[in-house]
RNA sequence: GCGAAAGUGGCGAAAUUGGUAGACGCACCAGACUUAGGAUCUGGCGCCUGACCGGCGUGGGGGUUCGAGUCCCCCCUUUCGCACCA
């Protein structure tokens, strides 16, 4: 054994030995219990970064634990390999995108495989190959004949940076999800469409069976971004013609009654039909036509002020036949319900606004119960309520019913009268999945101007991107490529064109964990024999980015795979753990914006001497200058130092800020454990298990405790940061025994302190696991410790003989005693009475309650 | 504005069911070893009080309890998500 710790040398050695053996190999074995842990696969960007290591470190550790537990442990990994960057690495410097990609793949690959994760790289897939986008090109297909994906035209999202459509999930807030700074536009375009809102009541519901499992957060933005409201469509008839109605979308039916308008979305269709006409003035014209030119920026503006102008036109109300003016405003959305409203300013806060404004009447129809209630006074402040303690009132017939009993009553009437039914609405939209980008998975769809759009015939898939591309090109690459563009109808023959559109680079991630447990296959994308052996996933790992995104189209994936008879279950993740971001300070000047922290001097800008606004601790990122390289800090501390610094800084779902000194203080620990190693490993001659001294007998039971502890830190509640702070108390307990054999050691020390040191490798394993195996070798073993058993622990061992229990006088502490731990709770009352300290305390009190807490604590309480 | 989470030493954080607040680590201080140490080992380290004794202390205020970082109510702050969704 080295004397000194060489990181470096001992990972090349160990990677070595674990390849030679394929020690993370997975193979189907019905007699044990498999484990699917599943971090998200990155994007080869050419290098990783400290989160991607962060992820990986906490996946790696789990898998190892698992594996050594008993589990049959699949932890696989691979590339989400299409997208924008190799498209403009190819627009800007020439590259061959496949190439570009490949390259990356191969040195992100090495990163990993220099960090020492224990993945089955014979299950490697890259999402660009075409052995891959192949299914994606028959799911597509599948899903073309089961009416789940259609074309349509429609206004989609466009990104200019992108150049390419976006999904609503990918347009967040009216900005492109990889460009934030980044407004996206409006786009008329036919594209393809992936029917979600079929699945939106189960996507919804399901949710409630992942509580507990998923952290609430992502479920809660789920419930959000799925946005389920339950109301009714009502049909007001235009007055003066009667054959023409407004269908609005309401969840408050019962406050019909106190509708003073009908407000139409710009875009309304009725809208564009009487300006056909001539039947609105020009003042609408105008309105309607600045109102389209706003982008989505604009439109959702802080603070915007709500605009609206009188059509000329009325409607009438079928519940009490009042004549109600019909208004046209900028708040009413398009893309919403039917994309008309009836505004009841009494109970609703937009409404309200607009009402005043504009001088509409603001009539009162729901009050409080108790309260009766009338409209002689003002409405101040709108009332909006929902909970059944309200009353209807100056509502007709309806007038004193309760809120939910008016609106089941009143859905009904309006069925039965035949204007109006219940409606159940939806935020979720159909998933729009054409990009207009070349690097991606072609569609599989032929457009025959006889036979409309026509599938490829799946025995001629995959349809291959063809590797000579000319990207350097201001229009579609695709589109001009003659001999991929031009081909026959498959279903008569004559002269067609290929769909030139990409899928989404989500259709990709939405089902590659499925690819991993069969990724040879070439027949279906898997057996679905042997996705039901490891699927579902037992752990998935991953930023919180991907809450609304990946996601949520993972969810819709599983259950077109269910309804395609591939898979039994509906949910393919069961446990999710959403890891913190890894952050550190940043700087920022004003003249020079976000600078590296080698060009701050003395707290001031390199450049123009400007004092440097010390920036917050943020996200690394590129552009913000504050990213440290993971193989720097491999090269000077080794990978399992940084990997021990990710796992022991904070518990997994935090923020985790990175810190040098932090990193120093993960090595310095274990040159603590190399060096106790290395003092003792040749010691064990003669060490046998017997009568221990009390100082050994401490250490075994220091043993057995931490065994437990870091166990059930693991298992129970992935607590790294715990369990490394109980490895590194043993380690510390080792060093103070080590420092009590002055005078040498006899038999039982040396086996107790083998013993701990042999506990402590193996403990090591999911955390420092070339260390762990390097130390595990050098006390003597030949087997590879990695993919041998956990420890166990002896609860006997592992018992307290003596504790000290504190002593509280009416709650607060007194006195701290030491006393056996299996003593009765009266004797622990007679030693807490017989303390000095508690003796003086009591003077002059009489003790009305004793409470014991075995083994915790005695309270006297005393007046 | 709505929703969610969080607030504990100089710092990162522990405290698993209401039961010794601050484990473990960083930084700092002291000692030992040493030619030297930014190595290593040992000790100290919430605040106030010179030490003891004692008091205070988990964002602030109230409450429940023998006992509250933990449970309940009100308030403040921060972070994140959503943001005219009728």
């Known amino acids: 054994m080295e004397e000194k710790y060489y990181p470096q040398e001992i990972e090349e050695k160990q990677q070595a030995r674990w390849a030679a053996a394929a020690s993370f190999k997975s193979t189907i074995d019905p007699t044990k219990k498999k484990f699917y842990c599943l971090e998200m696969l990155p994007y080869p960007s050419g290098r990783i970064h400290m989160g991607h290591v962060r992820n990986y470190s906490i996946g790696d550790a789990l898998s190892c634990f698992k594996r050594m537990s008993g589990y049959n442990v699949i932890h696989p990994m691979g590339w989400d390999a299409f997208g924008m960057p190799a498209e403009n690495a190819a627009i800007k410097i020439g590259a061959r995108p496949d190439e570009w990609t490949f390259e990356n793949i191969a040195s992100m690959r090495g990163q990993l495989q220099r960090l020492g994760f224990g993945y089955d790289w014979d299950r490697e897939i890259a999402t660009c190959t075409p052995e891959y986008y192949r299914w994606n090109q028959w799911f597509f297909i599948q899903m073309w004949k089961k009416g789940l994906l259609y074309r349509k035209n429609a206004v989609v999202n466009w990104c200019v940076k992108c150049n390419t459509s976006l999904a609503n999930e990918q347009a967040e807030g009216g900005f492109c999800w990889r460009h934030e700074d980044t407004p996206v536009e409006h786009r008329e375009l036919e594209q393809w469409f992936i029917r979600v809102t079929s699945y939106a009541d189960e996507l919804l519901d399901s949710l409630a069976d992942l509580e507990g499992r998923w952290p609430e957060r992502v479920i809660a933005m789920q419930r959000n971004w799925i946005g389920r409201s339950r109301g009714a469509e009502i049909d007001f008839t235009v007055d003066g013609e009667p054959e023409r109605r407004i269908r609005v979308f309401t969840t408050r039916v019962d406050t019909i009654y106190g509708a003073s308008s009908i407000i139409l979305a710009p875009e309304h269709q009725l809208i564009e039909e009487w300006i056909r006409q001539g039947a609105v003035s020009q003042e609408i014209v105008d309105f309607n036509t600045q109102q389209k030119a706003l982008d989505i920026e604009e439109r959702q503006a802080e603070g915007r002020e709500k605009v609206g102008h009188f059509t000329g036109h009325y409607a009438i109300n079928p519940f009490n036949g009042e004549r109600l003016p019909v208004w046209t405003a900028n708040f009413v959305l398009t893309g919403y319900g039917t994309g008309a409203i009836m505004a009841v300013p009494a109970h609703d806060e937009r409404d309200f606004e607009f009402s005043v404004k504009y001088g509409l009447p603001v009539t009162r129809v729901i009050v409080s119960d108790g309260l009766s209630g009338d409209n002689d006074e003002a409405v101040s402040e709108p009332f909006t309520p929902k909970d059944d303690n309200c009353h209807l009132i100056a509502s007709g017939e309806w007038t004193g019913m309760s809120v939910p009993a008016a609106q089941s009553a009143m859905i009904s009437r309006a069925e039965e009268r035949g204007f109006g039914k219940a409606k159940v609405n939806f935020r979720i939209r159909d998933w729009g999945v054409s990009r207009q980008r070349a690097w991606g998975s072609p569609l599989p769809f032929i457009h025959c101007v006889k036979c409309g759009i026509v599938p490829v015939p799946e025995e001629s898939l995959p349809v291959v991107l063809p590797p000579d591309l000319n990207y350097r090109t201001q229009g579609a690459p695709l589109a001009e490529h003659p001999s991929f563009v031009n081909v026959p109808c498959p279903d008569c023959g004559a002269p067609a064109r290929r769909d030139t559109d990409t899928m989404d680079t989500f259709v990709d991630s939405s089902w590659y964990y499925f690819r991993y447990c069969d990724p040879q296959n070439d027949s279906l994308p898997f057996d679905p024999q042997v996705a039901s052996y490891w699927m579902p996933v037992d752990q998935y790992i991953g930023g919180i980015e991907h809450a609304v995104l990946h996601l949520i189209y993972t969810r819709v994936w599983a259950k077109i795979m269910r309804d395609l008879g591939l898979i039994t279950f509906s949910e393919p993740v069961t446990r999710l753990l959403t890891q913190g971001m890894v952050c550190l300070a940043s700087y920022?000047?004003?003249?020079?914006?976000?600078?590296?922290?080698?060009?701050?001097?003395?707290?001031?800008?390199?450049?123009?001497?400007?004092?440097?606004?010390?920036?917050?601790?943020?996200?690394?990122?590129?552009?913000?200058?504050?990213?440290?390289?993971?193989?720097e800090m491999i090269k000077i501390y080794g990978a399992d130092t940084v990997r021990l610094f990710m796992l022991f800084a904070a518990p997994p779902e935090k923020d985790l800020e990175w810190s040098e000194a932090g990193a120093e203080g993960s090595s310095r620990f274990l040159n603590r454990v190399w060096r106790i190693v290395y003092k003792w490993h040749d010691q064990f001659e003669g060490a046998i298990e017997g009568e221990c001294s009390p100082a050994a007998r401490a250490l075994r039971r220091k043993t057995h405790q931490t065994i437990r502890r870091v166990t059930n830190d693991i298992a129970e509640r992935m607590n790294f940061n715990t369990a490394v702070a109980g490895m590194m108390e043993l380690t510390n307990e080792v060093y103070a025994f080590d420092g009590t054999l002055k005078n040498g050691a006899?038999?039982?020390?040396?086996?107790?302190?083998?013993?701990?040191?042999?506990?402590?490798?193996?403990?090591?394993?999911p955390f420092t696991p070339h260390l762990a195996e390097a130390l595990w070798a050098n006390l003597g073993h030949d087997q590879i410790v990695l993919t041998s058993d956990w420890p166990d622990f002896d609860e006997a061992l592992a018992r307290e003989e003596e504790l000290e229990i504190p002593i509280q006088l009416n709650g607060k502490l007194v006195a701290r005693i030491v006393a056996p731990a299996e003593i009765s709770d009266n004797d622990l009352i007679g030693m807490a009475l017989a303390n000095e300290k508690v003796i003086a305390r009591l003077e002059g009190k009489q003790i009305i309650k004793t409470i014991v807490v075995p083994k915790r604590l005695v309270n006297l309480v005393a007046k």
């Open 746 to 765: 006899t038999p039982v020390d040396r086996f107790v302190i083998r013993e701990a040191l042999e506990a402590l490798a193996r403990l090591l394993c």
């Open 588 to 631: 920022r000047c004003e003249e020079h914006d976000w600078l590296f922290p080698d060009d701050v001097t003395n707290g001031n800008c390199r450049f123009c001497q400007r004092p440097v606004a010390v920036g917050r601790i943020e996200k690394m990122s590129k552009s913000k200058k504050n990213t440290v390289d993971p193989d």
